[in-house]
Structure formats: structure tokens, C-alpha cells
């Protein structure tokens, strides 16, 4: 049952002003029990209107472009200069670890060609990150100022990067005694993953 709100208990008063009261007993026309019920209807639907006014849903113009967006990140993911590879059919993973963290990157049916392609585009990655060049990150998020990757750049010597294959793919393990290292890589990670929209564990 709903509370009565202070509105509600407002027109109550105001009714109860203009009755004649004989003791506890209201002295109402025949008709006013219906008036006095459709009163408190309305004030009760107005009531639950002004609470739910600010509960908007998120309009169809802000979902258009947040996936307008995706899937341009996607293309440029799967374009030679990049991946290589059908993002929507390979899988990221961007895992924290306690030293560090590390980068997944699979197909998720049998593409012997694309679980090579993965490789390869891995190994490149790996060599690139040790040497501060973080340009492939900044194409596929079309953005120059990927979070973390000024520090890895200045720390780059503080970082290791080691590819390793998976059954179909790869990852790259990346690893620092260096906090201020691993805050950054948390930092690049943590982007990844929303940006990728991107689990930060595997499922396997």
C-alpha cells in the first residue's frame, strides 16, 4: 500500500474543512464520498508523477551514438593497421595483476589464418610498448592521449613485455616492480576494458 503523501494528506484537510462534523461523524452529500475519492486519486497519480519525473531512461540519441561510436572502434580494430581480425568474433581480455597486468586476444571460432594474424599482431605490439610507441592503441581509440601510456612511455625501461601463445591467439604479459609502472598499466587496462567493453578475467 503507498504511503499517503503530504499533497494527499493536504487535500484531505481541505475536504474535511468543508464538511459539517458532529462529533466523529461527517455529514457529507450523497455524492461526496465519489468526489472525495476521485480527489485523492488524482493527487495520489500526481504525486507518483513528480517522484518519477527524474527517473528518465537514457534516450535513443545517446544509445545511437555510443554505438556509432563502438562500431567505429570496432572497424578500426579489425583493419590491417591494427588487429587484423573480425572484432566481433575474437574475444579481449584485459587482466590486472598484481606486478602489472596483461592483454588477451583470441578468435572465437577456428580461423587458423586469423589465430596467426593475432600472433603476429601481439609479438609486434609487445616490441612496440617496450619501445614507448603506443601508436597502434591511439588509432584503434582514435585519440592521442591514451590514459597510462605517457608513464609507460617515460617508465619504458622500468616494463617488460612478453608475448605468449594461446590455442587461438595470444596475450601479452606486462609486468613492473615499479608502482608508479603498475598504476599506469592499471590506468591503460582499466581504459581498455571499457573502451573494448571487455571483460578484465578470462572465462576459460
Wanted: proline letters at 6%; aromatic letters at 6%.
Amino acid at each position: 500500500m503507498l504511503p499517503i503523501r503530504p499533497a494527499v494528506l493536504a487535500g484531505l484537510r481541505k475536504a474535511r474543512n468543508r464538511e459539517q462534523v458532529t462529533g466523529n461523524v461527517f455529514h457529507r452529500p450523497a455524492l461526496e464520498p465519489d468526489r472525495l475519492m476521485r480527489r485523492v486519486s488524482s493527487l495520489i497519480v500526481l504525486a507518483l508523477c513528480i517522484a518519477s519525473a527524474g527517473c528518465k531512461p537514457r534516450s535513443p540519441a545517446n544509445t545511437a551514438t555510443s554505438d556509432s561510436a563502438f562500431a567505429a572502434l570496432q572497424k578500426r580494430g579489425a583493419s590491417p593497421a591494427a588487429m587484423g581480425v573480425d572484432q566481433y568474433t575474437s574475444a579481449h581480455v584485459f587482466e590486472d595483476l598484481k606486478d602489472g597486468g596483461r592483454i588477451e586476444l583470441q578468435r572465437q571460432v577456428d580461423d587458423s589464418a586469423g589465430t596467426a594474424q593475432i600472433r603476429s599482431h601481439l609479438a609486434d605490439v609487445a616490441q612496440a610498448f617496450s619501445k614507448g610507441d603506443f601508436e597502434i592503441p591511439g588509432f584503434v581509440h582514435d585519440r592521442p592521449d591514451v590514459p597510462g601510456t605517457q608513464t609507460m612511455t617515460r617508465k619504458q625501461a622500468s616494463i617488460r613485455y612478453e608475448f605468449r601463445a594461446l590455442p587461438r591467439g595470444g596475450e601479452v604479459i606486462i609486468s613492473s616492480t615499479d608502482p608508479e609502472a603498475v598504476k599506469a598499466i592499471h590506468d591503460f587496462l582499466a581504459f581498455q576494458r571499457g573502451d573494448h567493453r571487455a571483460p578484465g578475467h578470462s572465462k576459460h
